[in-house]
Nanobody
Framework: QVQLVVLGGGSVQAGESLTLSCAAF????????????MGWFREAPGKELEGLGT????????TYADSVRGRFTISTDTAKKTLYLQMISLNPEDTAMYYC????????????????WGLGTQVTVSS
């Protein structure tokens, strides 16, 4: 089984930065981390779930949605089995509940079906 623990949400002013982390736990993680695909998603009030980007754990290169490319950076720490989302130049439109998700097979992109989901963390950006 896989458990994803998301930390790092909070309230910030527009223009500020914030980093979220998502730590993965479980026997499946310990055995198959090398083939995991990790992703970040968010859901703003009244809007559908939006995929922000994904990264394959064996690859340092992440892919991003157009809405966040250039402002958000996704990375992983294999030793810590942790996924990160570094966010800069935040604006009120970034206010949402942020989720991380994982899968261990198939395509790695925001349109894929992810198997495991962490509880969300709220990010609120004030103008």
């Amino acid at each position: 089984q896989v458990q994803l623990v998301v930390l790092g949400g909070g309230s910030v002013q527009a223009g500020e930065s914030l980093t979220l982390s998502c730590a993965a736990f479980g026997d499946t993680v310990n055995t198959y981390w090398w083939r995991f695909c990790m992703g970040w998603f968010r859901e703003a009030p009244g809007k559908e779930l939006e995929g922000l980007g994904t990264i394959a754990t064996h690859n340092i290169y992440a892919t991003y949605a157009d809405s966040v490319r250039g402002r958000f950076t996704i990375s992983t720490d294999t030793a810590k089995k942790t996924l990160y989302l570094q966010m800069i130049s935040l604006n009120p439109e970034d206010t949402a509940m942020y989720y991380c998700a994982a899968k261990d097979d198939g395509a790695c992109n925001i349109h894929a079906t992810f198997t495991w989901w962490g509880l969300g963390t709220q990010v609120t950006v004030s103008s």
